[in-house]
């Protein structure tokens, strides 16, 4: 009788994720893990601020030199313009190649206090446990959990056919081990 009743409280503690591939989700994914999570953005836009401090410096310098001015000032805007493009295409590219390869696949998450479950199309399985999460966003459409820098799994909310959003929340917020400062690394980034 008492297993049974462990089996009842560990099963409702679970939480299912049934859900096909999104692109607009992943696409998520990797604006989050360029805006909150990687460095190189914040190196990108000080090189642009550096080459506009630089074409306004040399425009100052030379003003009569105009093929000077016009070369400085469109290596700028190239530098502005072009990297970030590029940064958005690399992303744009990923979540081809990924809807590509994953076309109309299922990917089932279980999730529990104990670890995470991943298996697509019941083929390939990986098994996470919480202490290999690095950190969680929520997004009102999603969870996103980084395994690491730049891999994570994407649960979307609306693919959840067991359990519910609050479940899932809780049980990261009780299992995901704390960061440097103590605090757990879940973060939600909506307003409600």
Sequence with gaps: MENKNKETVNQTNKVVVESKYRKDLHRSFYLIH???RSLSIYFIFL???FVIYMAVKQTIATPTETKTIISV???SFATV???PMIMFFRISSATKREAEARKDTVEILEITKDKILRKINN????????YNVDTIYETEEAFFIYINDDQGLVVAKDG???GDSELLRKLAMNNLKPNKKGK???KKIYKD
């Design 34 to 36: 360029m805006f909150r």
């Design 184 to 186: 757990v690394p879940f």
């Design 81 to 83: 313009m072009i990297t």
């Design 47 to 49: 090189l642009a601020a």
């Design 123 to 130: 083929e390939s399985k990986l098994t996470l446990g919480w």
């Design 160 to 162: 959840i056919v067991k």
């Design 73 to 75: 000032w469109v290596l």
